[in-house]
Protein backbone atom coordinates (compact mmCIF):
# COMPACT_ATOMS: atom_id res chain seq x y z
CA UNK A 1 0.00 0.00 0.00
CA UNK A 2 1.53 3.38 -0.95
CA UNK A 3 1.65 6.15 1.33
CA UNK A 4 -1.14 8.01 -0.48
CA UNK A 5 -3.67 4.75 0.79
CA UNK A 6 -5.60 5.68 3.78
CA UNK A 7 -5.82 2.10 5.05
CA UNK A 8 -4.34 0.89 7.87
CA UNK A 9 -1.16 -1.02 7.28
CA UNK A 10 0.26 -1.97 10.54
CA UNK A 11 -1.24 -2.85 14.02
CA UNK A 12 1.04 -2.87 17.12
CA UNK A 13 0.02 -5.01 20.07
CA UNK A 14 1.41 -3.76 23.16
CA UNK A 15 1.46 -6.51 25.84
CA UNK A 16 0.31 -10.25 25.81
CA UNK A 17 -1.25 -12.01 28.24
CA UNK A 18 -5.40 -12.83 27.72
CA UNK A 19 -5.97 -9.52 26.47
CA UNK A 20 -3.40 -9.23 23.98
CA UNK A 21 -3.33 -12.59 22.61
CA UNK A 22 -7.71 -12.69 22.10
CA UNK A 23 -7.17 -9.28 20.12
CA UNK A 24 -4.12 -10.84 17.88
CA UNK A 25 -6.01 -13.87 17.44
CA UNK A 26 -9.52 -11.98 16.23
CA UNK A 27 -7.42 -9.56 14.18
CA UNK A 28 -5.81 -12.15 12.48
CA UNK A 29 -8.83 -13.77 11.71
CA UNK A 30 -10.56 -11.04 10.31
CA UNK A 31 -7.94 -9.38 8.38
CA UNK A 32 -7.17 -12.72 6.75
CA UNK A 33 -10.35 -12.67 4.88
CA UNK A 34 -9.12 -10.18 2.89
CA UNK A 35 -6.81 -10.39 -0.36
CA UNK A 36 -2.96 -10.95 1.03
CA UNK A 37 -2.40 -7.48 -0.66
CA UNK A 38 -4.58 -5.60 1.75
CA UNK A 39 -4.10 -7.46 4.99
CA UNK A 40 -2.49 -5.09 7.64
CA UNK A 41 0.82 -6.36 9.29
CA UNK A 42 0.12 -7.70 12.99
CA UNK A 43 2.47 -7.49 15.43
CA UNK A 44 2.87 -8.13 18.97
CA UNK A 45 5.18 -7.09 21.81
CA UNK A 46 5.80 -8.78 25.25
CA UNK A 47 8.28 -9.57 27.59
CA UNK A 48 8.69 -13.02 29.71
CA UNK A 49 10.37 -11.05 32.18
CA UNK A 50 7.21 -8.66 32.93
CA UNK A 51 4.25 -11.20 34.57
CA UNK A 52 0.71 -10.85 33.52
CA UNK A 53 -2.36 -10.29 35.92
CA UNK A 54 -5.11 -13.45 35.54
CA UNK A 55 -8.40 -11.94 34.55
CA UNK A 56 -10.01 -14.37 36.08
CA UNK A 57 -10.77 -18.28 35.13
CA UNK A 58 -14.41 -17.97 34.83
CA UNK A 59 -16.35 -16.40 31.70
CA UNK A 60 -19.73 -15.70 30.58
CA UNK A 61 -21.64 -17.62 27.45
CA UNK A 62 -20.28 -15.11 24.65
CA UNK A 63 -16.88 -16.99 25.05
CA UNK A 64 -18.37 -19.85 22.79
CA UNK A 65 -19.14 -17.28 20.12
CA UNK A 66 -15.33 -15.74 20.26
CA UNK A 67 -14.05 -19.23 20.23
CA UNK A 68 -16.07 -19.98 17.48
CA UNK A 69 -15.14 -16.74 15.25
CA UNK A 70 -10.83 -17.65 15.54
CA UNK A 71 -11.74 -21.65 14.46
CA UNK A 72 -10.98 -22.84 18.23
CA UNK A 73 -13.17 -26.13 18.78
CA UNK A 74 -15.17 -26.42 22.17
CA UNK A 75 -12.54 -30.05 22.72
CA UNK A 76 -9.19 -28.22 22.02
CA UNK A 77 -10.20 -24.89 24.05
CA UNK A 78 -11.34 -27.52 27.13
CA UNK A 79 -8.51 -29.82 27.14
CA UNK A 80 -5.65 -27.14 26.24
CA UNK A 81 -6.85 -25.19 29.24
CA UNK A 82 -8.25 -27.60 31.71
CA UNK A 83 -11.62 -25.84 31.30
CA UNK A 84 -14.96 -27.44 33.09
CA UNK A 85 -18.63 -26.19 31.99
CA UNK A 86 -20.03 -23.09 33.56
CA UNK A 87 -24.06 -22.62 34.38
CA UNK A 88 -24.01 -19.98 36.56
CA UNK A 89 -22.94 -18.33 39.76
CA UNK A 90 -24.01 -19.57 42.74
CA UNK A 91 -24.36 -16.50 45.70
CA UNK A 92 -24.14 -17.85 49.61
CA UNK A 93 -24.60 -15.80 52.24
CA UNK A 94 -25.37 -12.18 50.81
CA UNK A 95 -28.42 -12.11 51.96
CA UNK A 96 -27.09 -13.85 55.31
CA UNK A 97 -25.66 -16.94 56.63
CA UNK A 98 -27.13 -19.57 55.29
CA UNK A 99 -28.94 -17.91 52.30
CA UNK A 100 -28.14 -18.85 48.73
CA UNK A 101 -29.47 -17.66 45.05
CA UNK A 102 -28.61 -18.81 41.77
CA UNK A 103 -28.05 -16.91 38.44
CA UNK A 104 -28.25 -18.85 35.90
CA UNK A 105 -27.60 -18.42 32.41
CA UNK A 106 -31.18 -19.01 31.08
CA UNK A 107 -34.90 -17.44 31.43
CA UNK A 108 -36.89 -18.82 33.91
CA UNK A 109 -40.14 -20.80 31.80
CA UNK A 110 -41.19 -20.25 28.37
CA UNK A 111 -42.83 -17.34 27.31
CA UNK A 112 -46.57 -18.07 27.69
CA UNK A 113 -49.57 -15.24 25.90
CA UNK A 114 -46.91 -13.22 24.85
CA UNK A 115 -45.48 -12.49 28.13
CA UNK A 116 -42.15 -13.50 29.37
CA UNK A 117 -42.68 -16.53 32.03
CA UNK A 118 -41.40 -15.07 35.00
CA UNK A 119 -44.33 -12.49 34.97
CA UNK A 120 -46.66 -15.49 36.13
CA UNK A 121 -43.85 -16.71 39.11
CA UNK A 122 -44.34 -13.14 40.11
CA UNK A 123 -47.97 -12.94 40.40
CA UNK A 124 -47.54 -16.24 42.21
CA UNK A 125 -44.99 -14.89 44.40
CA UNK A 126 -47.50 -11.76 45.21
CA UNK A 127 -50.31 -14.54 46.39
CA UNK A 128 -47.00 -15.84 48.95
CA UNK A 129 -47.20 -19.80 46.97
CA UNK A 130 -43.67 -19.27 46.30
CA UNK A 131 -40.10 -18.33 47.20
CA UNK A 132 -37.46 -18.87 44.55
CA UNK A 133 -37.42 -18.93 40.55
CA UNK A 134 -35.17 -21.75 40.79
CA UNK A 135 -37.62 -24.68 39.67
CA UNK A 136 -38.10 -22.65 36.70
CA UNK A 137 -34.81 -21.95 35.37
CA UNK A 138 -33.10 -24.99 34.01
CA UNK A 139 -29.26 -24.22 34.55
CA UNK A 140 -30.40 -23.89 37.99
CA UNK A 141 -31.73 -27.35 37.70
CA UNK A 142 -28.77 -28.92 35.82
CA UNK A 143 -26.48 -27.28 38.29
CA UNK A 144 -27.95 -28.70 41.38
CA UNK A 145 -28.51 -31.94 39.76
CA UNK A 146 -24.93 -32.17 38.30
CA UNK A 147 -26.08 -33.11 35.07
CA UNK A 148 -24.79 -31.40 31.90
CA UNK A 149 -25.02 -31.97 27.46
CA UNK A 150 -25.16 -29.02 24.93
CA UNK A 151 -28.77 -26.92 24.89
CA UNK A 152 -30.88 -28.61 22.20
CA UNK A 153 -31.51 -26.77 18.84
CA UNK A 154 -34.85 -27.19 18.91
CA UNK A 155 -36.09 -23.58 20.37
CA UNK A 156 -39.53 -26.21 21.26
CA UNK A 157 -37.77 -27.73 23.38
CA UNK A 158 -37.35 -27.23 27.26
CA UNK A 159 -33.35 -27.59 27.13
CA UNK A 160 -33.33 -25.49 24.72
CA UNK A 161 -33.94 -22.28 27.23
CA UNK A 162 -30.63 -22.06 28.54
CA UNK A 163 -26.73 -21.55 27.93
CA UNK A 164 -23.33 -21.60 29.72
CA UNK A 165 -19.65 -20.86 29.29
CA UNK A 166 -16.82 -21.96 30.84
CA UNK A 167 -14.06 -22.00 33.97
CA UNK A 168 -10.48 -22.30 32.93
CA UNK A 169 -7.18 -21.33 33.30
CA UNK A 170 -6.26 -17.56 31.69
CA UNK A 171 -2.73 -18.31 31.24
CA UNK A 172 -3.05 -21.60 29.33
CA UNK A 173 -5.87 -19.88 27.42
CA UNK A 174 -3.10 -16.91 26.34
CA UNK A 175 -0.90 -20.20 25.66
CA UNK A 176 -3.25 -21.59 23.00
CA UNK A 177 -4.31 -18.28 21.55
CA UNK A 178 -0.92 -17.56 21.11
CA UNK A 179 0.23 -19.99 18.82
CA UNK A 180 -3.28 -20.19 17.07
CA UNK A 181 -2.35 -16.18 16.67
CA UNK A 182 1.02 -17.14 14.94
CA UNK A 183 -0.34 -19.90 12.89
CA UNK A 184 -2.53 -17.35 11.31
CA UNK A 185 0.68 -14.73 10.60
CA UNK A 186 0.52 -12.83 13.66
CA UNK A 187 4.90 -11.61 14.61
CA UNK A 188 5.42 -11.87 17.99
CA UNK A 189 8.07 -9.81 19.71
CA UNK A 190 10.05 -10.37 22.91
CA UNK A 191 11.14 -7.26 24.68
CA UNK A 192 10.37 -4.36 27.34
CA UNK A 193 9.27 -1.33 26.52
CA UNK A 194 11.81 1.64 27.67
CA UNK A 195 9.85 4.62 26.29
CA UNK A 196 7.10 5.83 23.80
CA UNK A 197 7.26 8.40 21.11
CA UNK A 198 3.80 10.35 21.01
CA UNK A 199 2.80 14.01 20.04
CA UNK A 200 -0.70 15.51 19.31
CA UNK A 201 -2.38 12.46 20.67
CA UNK A 202 -1.11 10.25 18.62
CA UNK A 203 1.13 7.75 19.59
CA UNK A 204 4.27 7.11 16.77
CA UNK A 205 6.56 4.37 17.95
CA UNK A 206 7.75 2.31 20.80
CA UNK A 207 11.32 2.51 21.40
CA UNK A 208 12.66 -1.10 23.30
CA UNK A 209 15.08 -1.76 26.07
CA UNK A 210 17.64 -3.06 23.58
CA UNK A 211 17.33 -0.44 20.94
CA UNK A 212 14.43 -1.51 18.25
CA UNK A 213 11.86 1.11 17.23
CA UNK A 214 8.64 -0.58 16.18
CA UNK A 215 6.11 2.04 15.04
CA UNK A 216 2.79 1.30 13.87
CA UNK A 217 -0.21 2.98 12.34
CA UNK A 218 -2.40 1.50 15.47
CA UNK A 219 -1.79 0.54 18.68
CA UNK A 220 -3.14 -2.25 20.72
CA UNK A 221 -2.83 -1.21 24.22
CA UNK A 222 -3.00 -4.23 26.21
CA UNK A 223 -0.26 -3.20 29.03
CA UNK A 224 -2.14 -4.08 31.96
CA UNK A 225 -3.08 -1.15 34.60
CA UNK A 226 -0.19 1.15 33.68
CA UNK A 227 -1.69 1.72 30.85
CA UNK A 228 1.34 2.45 29.03
CA UNK A 229 0.43 4.22 25.86
CA UNK A 230 -3.64 4.97 26.99
CA UNK A 231 -3.21 6.86 29.91
CA UNK A 232 1.17 7.14 30.20
CA UNK A 233 1.31 8.47 26.33
CA UNK A 234 -1.80 9.93 25.62
CA UNK A 235 -3.56 10.80 29.13
CA UNK A 236 -6.53 9.19 28.65
CA UNK A 237 -7.86 9.92 32.24
CA UNK A 238 -9.70 7.53 34.83
CA UNK A 239 -13.42 7.17 36.78
CA UNK A 240 -12.95 6.21 39.71
CA UNK A 241 -15.98 4.06 40.78
CA UNK A 242 -14.94 3.23 43.97
CA UNK A 243 -17.73 4.87 45.83
CA UNK A 244 -19.85 2.62 45.43
CA UNK A 245 -17.42 -0.65 44.74
CA UNK A 246 -14.99 -0.47 47.87
CA UNK A 247 -13.42 -3.37 46.74
CA UNK A 248 -9.68 -2.51 45.96
CA UNK A 249 -7.55 -5.69 46.90
CA UNK A 250 -7.42 -9.25 45.82
CA UNK A 251 -6.00 -12.66 46.77
CA UNK A 252 -5.91 -15.80 45.48
CA UNK A 253 -4.50 -19.41 46.19
CA UNK A 254 -4.88 -22.96 43.55
CA UNK A 255 -6.16 -25.48 45.22
CA UNK A 256 -6.24 -29.17 44.42
CA UNK A 257 -9.97 -30.63 43.42
CA UNK A 258 -10.52 -32.95 46.15
CA UNK A 259 -14.50 -33.74 44.69
CA UNK A 260 -16.24 -33.46 40.68
CA UNK A 261 -15.87 -30.09 39.55
CA UNK A 262 -19.37 -28.00 40.51
CA UNK A 263 -20.95 -26.45 36.91
CA UNK A 264 -21.23 -23.28 38.51
CA UNK A 265 -19.13 -20.95 40.20
CA UNK A 266 -19.18 -19.96 44.52
CA UNK A 267 -19.43 -16.46 45.31
CA UNK A 268 -19.28 -16.27 48.96
CA UNK A 269 -20.24 -13.31 50.76
CA UNK A 270 -17.38 -12.80 53.81
CA UNK A 271 -16.46 -10.04 56.13
CA UNK A 272 -15.24 -7.17 53.76
CA UNK A 273 -15.93 -8.83 50.25
CA UNK A 274 -16.46 -12.24 49.19
CA UNK A 275 -14.62 -15.55 48.28
CA UNK A 276 -14.66 -17.22 45.07
CA UNK A 277 -14.18 -20.97 44.02
CA UNK A 278 -13.69 -21.73 40.42
CA UNK A 279 -13.89 -25.32 39.82
CA UNK A 280 -11.26 -26.40 36.63
CA UNK A 281 -10.47 -30.10 35.47
CA UNK A 282 -6.66 -29.76 37.41
CA UNK A 283 -7.43 -27.52 40.48
CA UNK A 284 -9.78 -25.22 42.17
CA UNK A 285 -9.10 -21.85 41.88
CA UNK A 286 -9.81 -19.80 45.17
CA UNK A 287 -9.79 -15.90 46.16
CA UNK A 288 -10.91 -13.35 48.13
CA UNK A 289 -12.14 -9.71 46.89
CA UNK A 290 -11.93 -7.14 49.55
CA UNK A 291 -11.80 -3.56 50.69
CA UNK A 292 -8.35 -2.60 52.42
CA UNK A 293 -10.48 0.03 54.43
CA UNK A 294 -12.55 -2.70 56.35
CA UNK A 295 -9.90 -5.44 57.03
CA UNK A 296 -6.03 -5.88 56.50
CA UNK A 297 -4.35 -8.15 54.33
CA UNK A 298 -3.08 -10.78 57.01
CA UNK A 299 -6.89 -11.09 58.18
CA UNK A 300 -7.86 -11.30 54.46
CA UNK A 301 -5.75 -14.56 53.75
CA UNK A 302 -6.90 -15.67 57.40
CA UNK A 303 -10.42 -16.00 56.23
CA UNK A 304 -10.00 -17.02 52.82
CA UNK A 305 -7.57 -19.91 53.92
CA UNK A 306 -10.51 -20.59 56.83
CA UNK A 307 -12.92 -21.77 53.52
CA UNK A 308 -10.53 -24.10 51.70
CA UNK A 309 -11.64 -27.23 50.89
CA UNK A 310 -7.97 -28.26 50.38
CA UNK A 311 -4.30 -27.03 50.96
CA UNK A 312 -2.84 -24.39 49.07
CA UNK A 313 -0.72 -25.33 45.88
CA UNK A 314 0.93 -21.84 45.74
CA UNK A 315 1.78 -19.37 48.03
CA UNK A 316 -0.92 -16.17 47.96
CA UNK A 317 -1.08 -14.31 44.66
CA UNK A 318 -1.91 -10.98 45.81
CA UNK A 319 -3.93 -8.03 43.38
CA UNK A 320 -4.39 -4.18 43.96
CA UNK A 321 -6.66 -2.35 41.59
CA UNK A 322 -9.02 0.44 41.69
CA UNK A 323 -12.51 0.02 40.25
CA UNK A 324 -13.09 2.48 37.35
CA UNK A 325 -12.85 2.67 33.86
CA UNK A 326 -10.46 5.16 31.47
CA UNK A 327 -12.64 7.79 30.12
CA UNK A 328 -11.45 6.98 26.60
CA UNK A 329 -11.13 3.44 26.02
CA UNK A 330 -9.91 5.20 22.32
CA UNK A 331 -7.96 8.24 22.10
CA UNK A 332 -5.91 9.22 19.14
CA UNK A 333 -4.64 5.72 17.21
CA UNK A 334 -4.31 3.96 20.72
CA UNK A 335 -7.40 1.41 21.53
CA UNK A 336 -7.17 -0.11 25.00
CA UNK A 337 -8.37 -3.35 26.16
CA UNK A 338 -8.08 -5.47 29.31
CA UNK A 339 -6.65 -4.32 32.54
CA UNK A 340 -5.90 -1.03 30.19
CA UNK A 341 -8.65 -0.24 29.67
CA UNK A 342 -9.88 -0.09 33.13
CA UNK A 343 -11.03 -2.83 35.84
CA UNK A 344 -14.27 -4.47 37.55
CA UNK A 345 -14.09 -7.04 40.23
CA UNK A 346 -14.92 -10.90 39.22
CA UNK A 347 -18.40 -10.54 40.81
CA UNK A 348 -20.20 -11.73 37.57
CA UNK A 349 -17.09 -12.74 35.48
CA UNK A 350 -16.65 -10.34 33.27
CA UNK A 351 -13.15 -9.59 32.49
CA UNK A 352 -12.74 -11.80 29.45
CA UNK A 353 -16.36 -10.59 28.18
CA UNK A 354 -15.03 -7.12 27.99
CA UNK A 355 -12.23 -7.57 26.70
CA UNK A 356 -14.31 -9.73 23.70
CA UNK A 357 -16.49 -6.83 23.57
CA UNK A 358 -14.22 -4.35 22.85
CA UNK A 359 -12.70 -6.40 19.88
CA UNK A 360 -15.84 -6.53 18.66
CA UNK A 361 -16.45 -2.62 18.16
CA UNK A 362 -12.90 -2.07 16.98
CA UNK A 363 -13.43 -4.71 13.75
CA UNK A 364 -17.14 -2.75 13.85
CA UNK A 365 -16.22 0.66 13.90
CA UNK A 366 -12.30 -0.15 12.58
CA UNK A 367 -10.61 3.03 11.09
CA UNK A 368 -8.10 4.10 8.26
CA UNK A 369 -5.11 6.46 9.30
CA UNK A 370 -7.36 9.68 9.13
CA UNK A 371 -8.67 8.13 12.72
CA UNK A 372 -12.00 10.08 11.73
CA UNK A 373 -13.26 11.14 15.33
CA UNK A 374 -16.69 10.11 14.62
CA UNK A 375 -15.77 6.98 14.60
CA UNK A 376 -13.36 6.94 17.99
CA UNK A 377 -16.72 8.87 19.88
CA UNK A 378 -18.91 5.96 19.24
CA UNK A 379 -16.53 3.15 19.98
CA UNK A 380 -16.23 5.45 23.19
CA UNK A 381 -20.23 6.04 23.52
CA UNK A 382 -20.79 2.21 23.16
CA UNK A 383 -17.95 1.39 25.53
CA UNK A 384 -19.32 3.71 28.15
CA UNK A 385 -22.60 2.25 28.01
CA UNK A 386 -21.16 -1.08 28.51
CA UNK A 387 -19.37 -0.42 31.56
CA UNK A 388 -21.79 1.35 32.97
CA UNK A 389 -24.14 -1.21 32.83
CA UNK A 390 -22.03 -3.92 34.16
CA UNK A 391 -20.81 -1.52 37.23
CA UNK A 392 -24.77 -1.38 37.83
CA UNK A 393 -25.04 -4.85 37.87
CA UNK A 394 -22.48 -5.24 40.31
CA UNK A 395 -23.28 -2.51 42.78
CA UNK A 396 -26.56 -3.78 42.79
CA UNK A 397 -25.52 -7.05 44.32
CA UNK A 398 -23.42 -5.29 47.57
CA UNK A 399 -26.32 -2.12 47.89
CA UNK A 400 -29.27 -4.72 48.26
CA UNK A 401 -27.26 -7.65 50.80
CA UNK A 402 -28.56 -7.80 53.70
CA UNK A 403 -25.71 -9.21 55.68
CA UNK A 404 -25.17 -7.25 58.99
CA UNK A 405 -21.80 -9.00 60.08
CA UNK A 406 -19.10 -6.09 58.76
CA UNK A 407 -18.89 -2.35 58.19
CA UNK A 408 -18.33 -2.63 54.52
CA UNK A 409 -21.79 -3.92 53.97
CA UNK A 410 -23.46 -1.04 55.55
CA UNK A 411 -21.12 1.26 53.78
CA UNK A 412 -22.35 -0.04 50.66
CA UNK A 413 -25.96 -0.67 51.61
CA UNK A 414 -26.38 3.39 52.98
CA UNK A 415 -24.07 4.53 49.82
CA UNK A 416 -27.04 6.10 46.85
CA UNK A 417 -26.72 3.55 43.52
CA UNK A 418 -25.98 5.59 40.71
CA UNK A 419 -28.78 7.60 39.20
CA UNK A 420 -29.03 4.94 36.28
CA UNK A 421 -29.32 1.84 38.45
CA UNK A 422 -31.73 3.79 41.05
CA UNK A 423 -33.72 4.01 37.75
CA UNK A 424 -33.70 0.16 36.63
CA UNK A 425 -34.39 -1.03 40.73
CA UNK A 426 -37.26 1.48 40.64
CA UNK A 427 -39.14 0.11 37.34
CA UNK A 428 -37.95 -3.39 38.46
CA UNK A 429 -39.84 -2.77 41.55
CA UNK A 430 -42.63 -1.72 39.73
CA UNK A 431 -43.41 -4.03 37.63
CA UNK A 432 -40.92 -6.53 37.01
CA UNK A 433 -39.46 -4.92 33.98
CA UNK A 434 -36.07 -4.77 33.30
CA UNK A 435 -35.08 -2.62 30.06
CA UNK A 436 -31.18 -3.32 28.64
CA UNK A 437 -29.72 -1.43 26.35
CA UNK A 438 -28.18 -2.98 23.43
CA UNK A 439 -24.64 -3.16 24.66
CA UNK A 440 -25.56 -4.94 28.25
CA UNK A 441 -24.08 -7.62 29.05
CA UNK A 442 -26.88 -8.98 30.99
CA UNK A 443 -30.57 -8.97 29.89
CA UNK A 444 -33.38 -9.61 31.60
CA UNK A 445 -33.05 -12.97 32.67
CA UNK A 446 -29.74 -12.33 34.42
CA UNK A 447 -31.33 -8.63 36.28
CA UNK A 448 -34.11 -10.80 37.08
CA UNK A 449 -32.14 -13.97 38.82
CA UNK A 450 -29.68 -11.24 40.67
CA UNK A 451 -32.77 -9.40 41.73
CA UNK A 452 -35.27 -11.70 43.36
CA UNK A 453 -32.47 -13.65 45.09
CA UNK A 454 -31.90 -10.37 46.48
CA UNK A 455 -35.73 -10.24 47.59
CA UNK A 456 -36.53 -7.37 44.86
CA UNK A 457 -39.79 -8.32 43.60
CA UNK A 458 -41.87 -6.55 41.74
CA UNK A 459 -45.35 -4.82 43.45
CA UNK A 460 -47.63 -5.54 40.44
CA UNK A 461 -47.39 -8.09 37.54
CA UNK A 462 -48.86 -7.58 33.80
CA UNK A 463 -52.47 -6.83 33.45
CA UNK A 464 -52.53 -9.62 30.91
CA UNK A 465 -51.11 -11.80 33.62
CA UNK A 466 -53.01 -10.35 36.17
CA UNK A 467 -56.44 -11.20 35.08
CA UNK A 468 -55.49 -14.57 34.65
CA UNK A 469 -56.96 -17.31 36.86
CA UNK A 470 -54.83 -17.45 39.96
CA UNK A 471 -55.43 -21.38 40.80
CA UNK A 472 -54.66 -22.14 36.39
CA UNK A 473 -51.48 -19.81 36.69
CA UNK A 474 -50.25 -21.94 39.84
CA UNK A 475 -51.16 -25.01 38.17
CA UNK A 476 -49.34 -24.55 34.96
CA UNK A 477 -46.39 -23.42 36.68
CA UNK A 478 -46.27 -26.91 38.50
CA UNK A 479 -46.59 -28.63 35.08
CA UNK A 480 -43.54 -26.56 33.62
CA UNK A 481 -41.25 -26.83 37.19
CA UNK A 482 -42.00 -30.85 36.73
CA UNK A 483 -41.14 -30.78 32.94
CA UNK A 484 -38.21 -28.78 34.14
CA UNK A 485 -37.43 -31.76 36.43
CA UNK A 486 -37.86 -34.61 34.48
CA UNK A 487 -35.78 -33.55 31.29
CA UNK A 488 -32.75 -32.47 33.18
CA UNK A 489 -32.79 -36.15 35.09
CA UNK A 490 -32.66 -37.54 31.57
CA UNK A 491 -29.20 -35.95 31.26
CA UNK A 492 -25.65 -37.31 31.39
CA UNK A 493 -23.36 -36.23 34.49
CA UNK A 494 -20.92 -33.80 34.03
CA UNK A 495 -17.70 -36.01 34.19
CA UNK A 496 -19.73 -38.57 31.29
CA UNK A 497 -19.65 -34.97 29.63
CA UNK A 498 -15.98 -34.10 30.07
CA UNK A 499 -15.06 -37.96 29.40
CA UNK A 500 -16.71 -37.50 26.26
CA UNK A 501 -14.79 -34.05 25.71
CA UNK A 502 -11.10 -35.74 26.70
CA UNK A 503 -12.01 -38.22 23.74
CA UNK A 504 -12.62 -36.19 21.25
CA UNK A 505 -9.30 -34.13 21.62
CA UNK A 506 -7.16 -37.29 21.92
CA UNK A 507 -8.96 -38.13 18.03
CA UNK A 508 -7.74 -35.26 16.71
Sequence with gaps: MGDTDPRITSVLIVGGGTAGWMAASALSQAFNRLPEAQRPIIRLVESEAIGTVGVGEATIPPIRQFNRSIGLDEADFMASTGATPKLGIAFEGWMGEGSRYFHGFGDHGPEVQGQPYRQHLFRLKAAGRLDSLDPWSVPAALAASGRFAHPETDPRSILSAYSYAYHFDAGLFAKRLSTLAQAAGVTRLEGRISDVEAADDRVQAVRLEDGRRLDADLFVDCSGFRGLLIEGALKAGYEDWSRWLPCDRAVALPTSASRPPDLYTTARAASAGWCWRIPLQHRVG???????????????????????????????????????????AWKGNVVALGLASGFLEPLESTSINLIQTGIGRLLELFPDRDFDPVLIAEYNRRTELEWIGVRDFI??????????????????????????????????????????????????????????????????????????????????????????????????????????????????
Aim: aromatic share 8%; net charge negative.
Design 286 to 328: NGYVYSSAFIDDDAALDELMAGLEAPPQADPNRLRFLTGRRRS
Design 395 to 508: IAHYHLAARTDGALWAHCRETPPPDSLAERLALFRARGEVDPTHYDSFREASWTSVLTGLEVWPRKVAPQVAALDLEAVERQAGNVSDLIARATASLPDRLEFLRGVQMKAEAR
